[in-house]
Each structure stands twice: as structure tokens, then as C-alpha cells.
Antibody
Framework: QLQLQESGPGLLKPSETLSLACTVS??????????WGWIRQPPGKGLEWIGS???????YYSPSLKSRVTISVDTSNNQFSLKLSSVVVADTAVYYC?????????????WGQGTLVTVSS | QSALTQPASVSGSPGQSITISCTGT?????????VSWFQHHPGKAPKLIIY???NRPSGVSNRFSGSKSGNTASLTISGLQAEDEADYYC??????????FGGGTKLTVL
């Protein structure tokens, strides 16, 4: 059974860089069949897609976050990561990592449990 | 503000059917058959319940069904049960090679 688990700091100050990792277990991240993505949910609000990346190839980012986001894959540790620079209070959210299929980028069939990241001075 | 519009809330009694709409444009829902629906119980991970407009993943109850007409996708839940009370989100592939989620719909089972 595939499992995804987010990890990273839970508290940041404005202007810092958010760095999260998603460890994949029960399967290999090195497959051309899947995208690995990040989605977030601010408190009291809905889901927001951040971006998705295949094992190799182009990355796809939300236009509203593209200038601050980097998603990358680390095959040696079977992980993928999210970096969001210059965070502001509005970046406070539960961040989820998830898997979807190449050719059906929005079909997120496996999700992590989510990790709360708070941005506060 | 989400690009995909969902009603903020819907409600129904046990055993009834409800439908949640998700309205976009011809650059997303209307242009592609890549609409997914997720069930989200607070504090848990979202769960994929419909993919590619009308397909159910293995293990998802056949009480959940999806459809699309023009720029609007719909999720129907029949035979409402108490455990269906949750937030529901649609998402769609877009012409910009991106994804958009709807704003979410809170389902209350009366």
C-alpha cells in the first residue's frame, strides 16, 4: 500500500522560505506513470493546487504561485520536496502531498495526512 | 476566488439524493474530460471519489456518480448516509496546463 508522509518546519516568519518533504513508501517515486504534487488548504478555506512534477520532465505550477515555488524529486531518498520562498501570513495552511497519474494530473489518488505550516512574526 | 464555482453548502436527509455542481469555462471543464471530485472529512486527507468526469476508483461506493454538461460538472450522491457528511471539491485540468479546484461544498446530512 502506497503511503505519503509530509515533513518539515511548522512555524516560519514572514520572508522565510518554506521547505517541505514528502516521503513515499510502499512504491517507487521513479516511475514515468505518475505526477507528484502539492496542494494546500488555508484555515477555513478550500483546497488550492500548488504544483505537480513527474519523475523526470517538465514541472507544472499554479500561475499565482509560480514565481515563488520549486518542486523537485529526490530519487535517492524516494522523496519529493516543496520550496516556497518569501512566505507571508497568507501562506499559512495545511500542506498536502499527493500522487496523480501522468495524463490525468488532477486525479490525486494517494494523499499524505497533511502538515500545518504557520507563518507568523 | 476559485475559478471553479461550487455552491457553498447543500443538505439532504438520509436516503435522499443530492447533486453538487461545479461550473467553469470552456478553458477548463468545458474543454477537457478531466474533472475529479474529492470527499474531505476535516482533519483527514481528501479522498478521490470520481475521476475523469464519471469514473469511480476501486472501493468507492456506487452511490457516488459524476457527469458533465457543457461547462458544468456534477456530483450526485444517492441514498445519503450520515457518513457522507463532509466537504466536497471538484478540480479540473485547464488549458494552461494547470489545475483548478472549486471552492468546496459543505454537505450536511439532516
Amino acid at each position: 500500500q502506497l503511503q505519503l508522509q509530509e515533513s518539515g518546519p511548522g512555524l516560519l516568519k514572514p520572508s522565510e522560505t518554506l521547505s517541505l518533504a514528502c516521503t513515499v513508501s510502499g512504491g517507487s517515486i521513479s516511475s514515468n506513470r505518475y505526477y507528484w504534487g502539492w496542494i494546500r488548504q488555508p484555515p477555513g478555506k478550500g483546497l488550492e493546487w500548488i504544483g505537480s512534477v513527474p519523475y523526470s520532465g517538465s514541472t507544472y505550477y499554479s500561475p499565482s504561485l509560480k514565481s515563488r515555488v520549486t518542486i523537485s524529486v529526490d530519487t535517492s531518498n524516494n522523496q519529493f520536496s516543496l520550496k516556497l520562498s518569501s512566505v507571508v501570513v497568507a501562506d499559512t495552511a495545511v500542506y498536502y502531498c499527493a500522487r496523480s497519474l501522468v495524463g490525468a494530473m488532477g486525479d490525486f489518488d494517494y494523499w499524505g495526512q497533511g502538515t500545518l505550516v504557520t507563518v507568523s512574526s | 476566488q476559485s475559478a471553479l464555482t461550487q455552491p457553498a453548502s447543500v443538505s439532504g436527509s438520509p436516503g435522499q439524493s443530492i447533486t453538487i455542481s461545479c461550473t467553469g469555462t470552456n478553458r477548463d471543464i468545458g474543454g477537457y474530460n478531466y474533472v475529479s471530485w474529492f470527499q474531505h472529512h476535516p482533519g483527514k486527507a481528501p479522498k478521490l471519489i470520481i475521476y475523469e468526469v464519471s469514473n469511480r476508483p476501486s472501493g468507492v461506493s456506487n452511490r457516488f456518480s459524476g457527469s458533465k454538461s457543457g461547462n458544468t460538472a456534477s456530483l450526485t450522491i444517492s441514498g445519503l448516509q450520515a457518513e457522507d457528511e463532509a466537504d466536497y471539491y471538484c478540480n479540473s485540468y485547464t488549458s494552461g496546463t494547470t489545475l483548478e479546484f472549486g471552492g468546496g461544498t459543505k454537505l450536511t446530512v439532516l
